[in-house]
């Protein structure tokens, strides 16, 4: 019998092994328009600096999900398209990270430098962001237009629906986060749901009811792993300090601070400068946020597992999709 472990390095070089192939058809479709072969090089080196480098979880998560709600019905072809969903979803995740590297002016992404401080990249990256989210739209035609769920899946690509209801103008870091919790988390396993024909909307609203908050968790996951995390062992520097971010910690302290620990954030956070990003650590360090966190996880886990548990099979779900997002995420560390 296969062990797990075995099974999932087994399932994620069968996933990694689609990617050449739909590396190749973009490739393709640049020799279509007679591309300069300068031009042909440097988006080449941008598919592979960019798109597979990742723990991959958002895309496994769609072959995952599918193998799963398929059992024993699966096919070699299902699983190879659902690799090709899953990959689209990474193609997303790689435009969001060369956009936001850009804007966050971060340093290193996945162990390396950012796609843009790349010797003679610059700039360009952001056209080079767009292109690989054009790949998505690219690959859903060529290989879903003849499906009756093809719109679906334009659809879910398209998604940027947040209810402001739920926030304050003032909170525009919890937007960020639902949009994080969306094409992490909903996309990957409503993606599924629609390629193996669950078509009852509350299935898909039991399912954004459980995947949302679950998204919310391993943002602030992000956040507490930014601060305290290990730069080689996750893969980049944390910088939400010195970038002035509206992170998960920083309101903690806020809340708890007193009159002179709100006077050391507020000349402290924020700024491009080690020592002042010390004494902002200092702060953390004396308000026990680490311990606020791990008190938080565990209650984040307790209730995401409860609706979990409360979860209808009968309406095409399995509770196994959810419990194994969560089994990826608790208390990880990078």
Not at 50 to 57: E, I, M, R, S
Not at 113 to 133: H, Q, S, T
Not at 192 to 219: C, R, S, W
């Amino acid at each position: 019998m296969v062990s797990i472990k075995l099974q999932k390095e087994e399932n994620r070089k069968a996933f990694l092994d689609v990617y050449p192939t739909l590396a190749d058809e973009v490739l393709g479709e640049l020799r279509k328009y007679n591309m300069p072969q300068d031009a042909y090089e440097w988006m080449k080196e941008s598919l592979y600096y960019n798109v597979p480098g990742g723990k991959l979880n958002r895309g496994l998560s769609v072959v995952d999900t599918v193998r799963i709600l398929k059992g024993e019905t699966v096919t070699d072809d299902d699983i190879f398209k659902a690799s090709v969903l899953g990959w689209l979803v990474e193609f997303l995740q790689a435009f969001f990270l060369v956009s936001d590297d850009i804007m966050d002016s971060s340093i290193t992404r996945r162990g390396q430098p950012c796609w843009y401080r790349k010797e003679g990249v610059g700039m360009v990256a952001i056209n080079d962001a767009f292109l690989l989210e054009s790949c998505v739209y690219l690959f859903l035609k060529k290989y879903f237009k003849g499906t009756d769920y093809y719109i679906d899946l334009v659809e879910l690509f398209h998604e940027d629906k947040v209810d402001l209801n739920k926030f304050s103008v003032q909170k525009h870091h919890f937007i960020v986060v639902y949009k994080t919790a969306y094409y992490s988390f909903y996309l990957p396993v409503a993606l599924a749901m629609h390629m193996t024909g669950v078509k009852d909307a509350n299935a898909y609203k039991q399912a954004h009811d459980i995947l949302i908050p679950l998204g919310e968790y391993f943002q602030v996951q992000d956040d507490y792993l930014d601060c305290y995390g290990d730069p080689e062992f996750i893969g980049k520097i944390g910088t939400d300090i010195m970038d002035n971010k509206c992170s998960w910690l920083i309101n903690q302290a806020l809340a708890k601070a007193s009159p002179e620990q709100r006077q050391v954030l507020d000349d402290n956070y924020g700024k491009k400068d080690s020592a002042a990003e010390a004494k902002v650590k200092q702060v953390y360090k004396d308000l026990d946020i680490e311990g606020v966190y791990k008190a938080y996880e565990d209650k984040s886990h307790k209730e995401i597992s409860a609706l979990i548990s409360q979860l209808d099979e009968s309406i095409g779900l399995k509770k196994f999709v959810f419990t194994e997002f969560m089994d990826k995420i608790y208390r990880r560390t990078k």
